[in-house]
């Protein structure tokens, strides 16, 4: 008896460290909606998901926590899509919050998987082994099925996604432009990764020498590109909420629409580092 509870309680705890539950807070539904053209926001309260339709097949960017995962189906849903269009999955970075729904996603859909080469090994090791995490915040690890290039667009059914490596938040960290079009209007979006440094070390890191140099590097490569409307990871980086409360109102044009947010979001993040 003393040894199958033994057995029980030795099984709980490897569970434990190989999945890190969401922050609750982080993940309540937020109901969908169309930010501009084909481009709609299907994530949760503060972790955010993109979704770019095309006669193709769709393209989910980030997928939030495991259980963010049955938000964004149930949001595809409200919006008239399926999970089973989506033919294309990538990501901003492997960290849990943004990550940790891909291994179902593609499981689900049996979409393909790209990656920056930096965060493919965290990828596939589930978040276990980050450089400034540990193995804190671990999930289902997810192989990416190819790696991008940076500058190099990603394709499919017209619509050109390009991804642009900032790496400091993660080693991999991957912020991306596109251009879509809504009527008569072109817009140039921006989704940026990360920029943050939560406890890190960014003096004498030894597992991340270079990281001083890379956020400011990073911050650079994000000035220099051109936005309409900014978008991140998480919603308080883009002020989602008042967004959201004033697209419902209808007046002023389309809030997202905002490179003077962009700006600041950048200058922010600069006088942080």
């Known amino acids: 008896m003393f040894r199958i509870t033994a057995i029980l309680l030795c099984a709980a705890s490897l569970l434990r460290a190989q999945y890190r539950p969401a922050n609750a807070a982080w993940n309540k539904p937020v109901a969908p909606f169309r930010i501009v053209g084909n481009l709609y926001y299907v994530g949760a309260s503060g972790v955010s998901a993109y979704l770019f339709t095309t006669p193709e097949g769709d393209v989910l960017l980030d997928t939030g926590f495991r259980e963010t995962v049955p938000l964004i189906e149930a949001n595809l849903k409200k919006l008239g899509f399926r999970m089973e269009d989506i033919r294309l999955l990538l990501a901003t970075h492997a960290h849990y919050d943004h990550a940790g729904g891909l291994a179902a996603v593609r499981a689900r859909t049996k979409a393909r998987f790209l990656s920056s ?115 991140a990871g998480h919603s308080w980086d883009f002020n989602l909420p008042r967004k959201i409360e004033a697209l419902k109102s209808g007046a002023g044009g389309n809030p997202f629409v905002d490179p003077a947010g962009y700006v600041r979001y950048l200058d922010r993040a600069e006088a942080a580092l």
């Open 117 to 231: 080469p930096a965060d493919a090994p965290l990828f596939a090791a589930g978040g276990k082994g980050d450089f400034a995490l540990g193995d804190r915040y671990s999930y289902p690890p997810v192989r990416p099925d190819g790696l991008l290039r940076d500058g190099e667009p990603v394709q499919l059914g017209g619509l050109a996604l390009t991804p642009h490596f900032t790496p400091g938040h993660t080693n991999g960290c991957t912020s991306w432009t596109t251009t879509i079009s809504d009527g008569r209007q072109s817009y140039r979006v921006v989704i940026a990764c990360s920029l943050s440094a939560p406890d890190y070390r960014l003096v004498g890191n030894t597992k991340y020498p270079g990281i001083a140099h890379d956020f400011e590097k990073s911050i650079a490569t994000l000035r220099a590109l051109p936005c309409d409307i900014f978008l």
